[in-house]
């Protein structure tokens, strides 16, 4: 299987801040990478797929690059809801993985 | 409006079987994939199991392989995933989520609201 390794963990920030989080493959993905959002007790949502396409409705202060093995999530301009757990996945195979998550702290 | 809503988790013994479900509305069920992804009490997410649109291909997680049958039917719109030969570690809040397309591998656009399961004595 394919591995996601994220970092870092837990990350704090404040508002109105700037903030990155990586995702690394354990092999080439094609570009077939998403990034869900999840709030305690909520499921998660869809914020990027494709590593850089925005799903319909999400703020544009996500953004999402990289290529081939490693993967960023950009937040700017941080507000109050996006503090959350923000994971990686890769679907490149049929054997979907994802990343150990990130949580955003104020 | 699309609307995902799972049922059947409870709490069941090791070894035991359940049946979970997930009725769909909102989008036209039988052109897309669906999937099942868990998470355990206080650990992240987990892919579990994914079926095309019209049921003819089905992925496991080797975690559940052998053990855990997911299955639709398109004219009750409805996923299902049943569990057999239940052990601790499955236990997890699991999610049915629609995937963007039919591929059989692809993000999840659409989650519903998720359904405990617990195994335990």
């Known amino acids: 299987d394919i591995q996601m390794t994220q970092s870092p963990s837990t990350l704090s920030a404040s508002v109105g801040d700037t903030v990155t989080i990586t995702c690394r493959a354990s092999?080439?993905?094609?570009?077939?990478l998403a990034w869900y959002q999840q709030k305690p007790g909520k499921a998660p949502h869809l914020l990027i797929f494709?590593?850089?396409s925005l799903q319909s409705g999400v703020p544009s202060r996500f953004s999402g690059s990289g290529s081939g093995t490693e993967f960023t999530l950009t937040i700017t301009s941080l507000q109050p809801d996006d503090f959350a757990t923000y994971y990686c996945?890769?679907?490149?195979?049929?054997?979907?993985?994802f990343g150990q998550g990130t949580k955003l702290e104020i | 409006e699309v609307q995902l809503l799972a049922s059947g988790g409870t709490l069941v013994q090791p070894g035991g079987s359940l049946r979970l479900a997930c009725a769909v509305s909102?989008?036209?069920?039988?052109?897309?994939?669906m999937t099942w992804v868990r998470q355990a009490p206080g650990k992240g997410l987990e892919w579990v199991s994914t079926?095309?649109?019209?049921?003819?291909?089905?992925y496991y997680a080797d975690s559940v392989k052998g053990r855990f049958t997911i299955s639709r039917d398109n004219f009750k719109k409805t996923l299902y995933l049943q569990m057999d030969s239940l052990r601790a570690d499955d236990t997890a809040v699991y999610y049915c989520?629609?995937?963007?397309?039919?591929?059989?591998?692809?993000?999840?656009?659409?989650w519903g609201q998720g359904t405990m399961v617990t195994v335990s004595s």
């Open positions: 989520a629609k995937d963007r397309g039919n591929w059989g591998h692809d993000a999840c656009d659409v």
């Open positions: 909102g989008f036209d069920f039988s052109t897309k994939a």
């Open positions: 079926i095309t649109g019209s049921g003819d291909g089905t």
């Open positions: 092999q080439t993905i094609n570009n077939f």
């Open positions: 494709a590593a850089s």
């Open positions: 996945q890769q679907y490149d195979s049929y054997s979907r993985t």
